[in-house]
Protein backbone atom coordinates (compact mmCIF):
# COMPACT_ATOMS: atom_id res chain seq x y z
CA UNK A 1 0.00 0.00 0.00
CA UNK A 2 1.47 3.43 -1.24
CA UNK A 3 0.83 6.23 1.02
CA UNK A 4 0.88 9.72 0.43
CA UNK A 5 0.52 12.65 2.20
CA UNK A 6 -0.29 15.82 0.79
CA UNK A 7 0.24 19.48 2.65
CA UNK A 8 0.72 23.39 1.63
CA UNK A 9 -3.01 24.30 1.42
CA UNK A 10 -4.19 27.25 2.41
CA UNK A 11 -6.28 30.31 1.94
CA UNK A 12 -4.54 32.83 -0.82
CA UNK A 13 -5.42 36.03 -2.81
CA UNK A 14 -6.13 36.14 -6.32
CA UNK A 15 -2.63 36.33 -7.95
CA UNK A 16 -0.67 34.17 -5.15
CA UNK A 17 1.92 31.84 -5.40
CA UNK A 18 1.81 28.41 -3.46
CA UNK A 19 3.27 24.93 -3.49
CA UNK A 20 1.62 22.03 -2.64
CA UNK A 21 3.88 18.65 -1.88
CA UNK A 22 3.01 14.88 -2.02
CA UNK A 23 5.32 13.32 0.38
CA UNK A 24 5.34 9.22 0.68
CA UNK A 25 7.42 6.59 2.17
CA UNK A 26 6.80 4.06 -0.77
CA UNK A 27 11.03 3.58 -1.35
CA UNK A 28 10.14 2.52 -5.10
CA UNK A 29 8.39 5.75 -5.35
CA UNK A 30 10.42 7.03 -8.41
CA UNK A 31 8.64 4.44 -10.24
CA UNK A 32 5.11 5.38 -9.51
CA UNK A 33 3.44 8.17 -11.72
CA UNK A 34 1.79 10.94 -9.79
CA UNK A 35 -1.16 13.14 -10.50
CA UNK A 36 -2.37 15.87 -9.00
CA UNK A 37 -5.94 16.31 -8.76
CA UNK A 38 -8.73 18.53 -7.83
CA UNK A 39 -12.50 18.90 -6.79
CA UNK A 40 -14.60 21.56 -6.61
CA UNK A 41 -17.49 21.70 -4.58
CA UNK A 42 -20.46 20.33 -6.89
CA UNK A 43 -17.51 19.46 -9.28
CA UNK A 44 -15.98 16.40 -10.79
CA UNK A 45 -13.09 15.24 -9.83
CA UNK A 46 -10.37 16.52 -12.52
CA UNK A 47 -6.87 16.65 -13.43
CA UNK A 48 -4.55 19.53 -12.41
CA UNK A 49 -1.11 17.88 -13.55
CA UNK A 50 0.90 14.68 -13.80
CA UNK A 51 4.25 13.52 -13.57
CA UNK A 52 5.63 10.08 -15.45
CA UNK A 53 7.47 8.29 -13.24
CA UNK A 54 11.09 7.63 -13.93
CA UNK A 55 11.47 10.00 -17.47
CA UNK A 56 9.20 12.65 -15.44
CA UNK A 57 7.59 13.80 -18.80
CA UNK A 58 4.41 15.94 -17.76
CA UNK A 59 0.89 16.77 -18.18
CA UNK A 60 -1.21 19.53 -17.86
CA UNK A 61 -5.11 20.59 -17.80
CA UNK A 62 -5.58 23.10 -19.94
CA UNK A 63 -6.75 25.40 -17.38
CA UNK A 64 -3.32 25.63 -15.65
CA UNK A 65 -0.90 25.52 -18.48
CA UNK A 66 1.42 28.20 -17.77
CA UNK A 67 0.57 29.05 -14.24
CA UNK A 68 1.53 25.44 -12.71
CA UNK A 69 3.97 23.35 -12.67
CA UNK A 70 4.67 19.89 -11.48
CA UNK A 71 8.06 18.86 -10.70
CA UNK A 72 9.37 15.84 -8.42
CA UNK A 73 12.01 15.19 -6.02
CA UNK A 74 13.07 11.41 -6.43
CA UNK A 75 15.73 11.58 -3.33
CA UNK A 76 13.33 13.12 -1.10
CA UNK A 77 10.27 10.70 -2.44
CA UNK A 78 8.03 14.02 -3.36
CA UNK A 79 6.25 15.49 -5.71
CA UNK A 80 5.31 19.02 -5.57
CA UNK A 81 2.99 21.49 -7.67
CA UNK A 82 4.00 25.31 -7.65
CA UNK A 83 0.97 26.90 -8.44
CA UNK A 84 1.33 30.75 -9.66
CA UNK A 85 -1.32 33.22 -10.88
CA UNK A 86 -3.67 31.86 -8.95
CA UNK A 87 -7.44 32.33 -9.42
CA UNK A 88 -10.48 32.12 -7.30
CA UNK A 89 -11.74 29.19 -9.79
CA UNK A 90 -8.33 26.83 -8.35
CA UNK A 91 -10.39 26.80 -5.14
CA UNK A 92 -10.81 23.12 -4.67
CA UNK A 93 -9.52 20.24 -2.61
CA UNK A 94 -6.54 19.15 -4.25
CA UNK A 95 -4.93 15.52 -3.99
CA UNK A 96 -2.22 13.39 -5.53
CA UNK A 97 -2.58 9.83 -6.71
CA UNK A 98 -0.22 7.30 -7.84
CA UNK A 99 -0.50 4.76 -10.05
CA UNK A 100 2.06 2.23 -11.43
CA UNK A 101 2.04 2.54 -15.00
CA UNK A 102 2.38 5.66 -17.56
CA UNK A 103 0.59 9.44 -17.31
CA UNK A 104 -2.99 8.93 -17.51
CA UNK A 105 -5.17 11.89 -16.76
CA UNK A 106 -8.19 9.79 -15.61
CA UNK A 107 -8.74 9.70 -11.41
CA UNK A 108 -9.87 6.11 -12.54
CA UNK A 109 -6.61 5.04 -13.64
CA UNK A 110 -4.90 6.11 -10.46
CA UNK A 111 -4.69 3.47 -7.59
CA UNK A 112 -3.40 5.07 -4.31
CA UNK A 113 -4.62 8.84 -2.78
CA UNK A 114 -4.32 11.19 -0.21
CA UNK A 115 -6.06 12.53 1.91
CA UNK A 116 -6.29 16.02 -0.08
CA UNK A 117 -5.34 19.43 1.14
CA UNK A 118 -7.65 22.32 0.81
CA UNK A 119 -7.15 25.52 -1.57
CA UNK A 120 -9.04 28.23 -1.13
CA UNK A 121 -8.46 31.76 -3.37
CA UNK A 122 -10.29 34.69 -2.35
CA UNK A 123 -10.71 37.53 -5.36
Known amino acids: QVQLVESGGGLVQAGDSLRLSCASS????????VGWFRQAPGKEREIVAA????????HYADSVKGRFTISRVNAKNTVYLQMTMIKPEDTAVYYC????????????????WGQGTQVTVSS
Open 51 to 58: ISRVEEST
Open 26 to 33: EPAFILYT
Open 97 to 112: AARRGTNSASANDYEY
